[in-house]
């Protein structure tokens, strides 16, 4: 009997075991994940579609691109101001060479070498060149601009950008129809962008790439620049 009773202890055990493994394997694993291992939540794109800016509305007066100018007989005119004399040397060799008139742009009231004290912020030039509105008077005036075909325009670069007085002239005339060249001395600025607020203010002007010049620069290399402008 106790052999009996023993056995049948044995036998539901057993199936009482097996019972809980078959709960186990129904529900999958049963540990719990570890910390850390869900990827996080990301917020959707707000805009999927990779749409650009639209274009901003065109000024009164925009700048037009440069484009090479027809051959044949051009009646040319070199502008040019000269504070320290260095770009008068290379507008005489660009109208020799080219057989043009000249102009030279004069202040109203000449500047002094105290008004030229770039390291000083309260001299005149440096006052000008912080007022992009300044407009330095222009003794005289190029008479009978309107039977030019090509202007070039001169000036030494100040604070890499032509002077105030630049503006003054270019506002003075109707260049419409016109071939504008700019061309400046500097001892190391480049020519970069000085151009930019008088091909602003020159609307319906034709404007050819520029160029920087040292006081130095010979008469071929500055022929060999204008010649290869087409103008010609």
Do not use: H
């Not at 057989?99 to 000083?120: F, H, K, M, V």
């Not at 001299?123 to 222009?138: Q, T």
């Not at 034709?206 to 010049?213: A, K, P, Q, S």
Request: glycine content about 8%; proline content about 6%.
């Amino acid at each position: 009997m106790k052999n009996l009773t023993a056995f049948l202890l044995a036998a539901m055990i057993v199936l009482s075991l097996a019972a809980c493994g078959g709960e186990a394997n129904s529900t999958g694993n049963t540990e719990p994940p570890q910390n850390g291992t869900e990827a996080p939540r990301t917020e959707a794109p707000a805009d999927t579609n990779n749409e650009t800016d639209a274009p901003s509305e065109p000024t009164d007066c925009a700048p037009s691109e440069p484009s090479e100018v027809p051959e044949g007989g051009k009646r040319i005119l070199v502008a040019y101001f000269s504070a320290t004399n260095n770009t008068e040397g290379i507008a005489q060799k660009l109208a020799d060479g080219l057989g043009a008139d000249l102009y030279e742009i004069t202040p109203d009231q000449p500047y002094t070498d105290a008004d030229l004290d770039y390291g000083n912020s309260k001299s005149r030039s440096s006052v000008e060149m912080d007022d992009p509105s300044a407009r330095p008077e222009i003794s005289g005036s190029v008479e009978n601009m309107e039977q030019y075909d090509v202007v070039f325009i001169g000036y030494p670069i100040w604070w890499g950008e032509a002077p105030r007085i630049m503006s003054t002239f270019i506002e003075s005339y109707d260049f419409s129809g016109k071939t504008l060249v700019a061309f400046c001395t500097s001892a190391s600025s480049g020519f970069g962008r000085s151009d930019s607020a008088l091909r602003s203010a020159a609307c319906g002007a034709t404007w050819l790439d520029g160029r920087r010049f040292s006081a130095s620069a010979s008469a071929d290399d500055v022929m060999a620049w204008a010649n290869g402008l087409g103008i010609n």
